[in-house]
């Protein structure tokens, strides 16, 4: 369900790891590290990018909204 958090969730995300009680629930255990020690902003970015440009047309839409209102 990536597809459903704007771009800036997205990044925090990648860069800071899966945080208990930020973007999961309180107690959630995630293997997930942060790569911000490991990659730019603009690596990030890429990535995601990619990502979504296996998303069929309806999710990357979504997401593009969800980006948006956000901003």
């Not at 997205?10 to 860069?15: G, N, Q, R, T």
């Not at 629930?25 to 990030?44: C, R, T, V, W």
Request: glycine residues 8%; hydrophobic residues 35%.
């Amino acid at each position: 369900h990536t597809w459903h958090h704007p771009d800036a969730v997205l990044i925090e995300i990648v860069s800071n790891g899966l945080q208990a009680g930020r973007y999961a629930p309180p107690g959630y255990s995630s293997d997930m590290p942060g790569f911000a020690n490991i990659l730019a902003e603009e690596e990030i970015r890429a990535g995601l990018a990619y990502i979504k440009s296996r998303w069929p047309e309806d999710q990357r839409a979504h997401q593009a909204r969800v980006t948006l209102s956000r901003e």
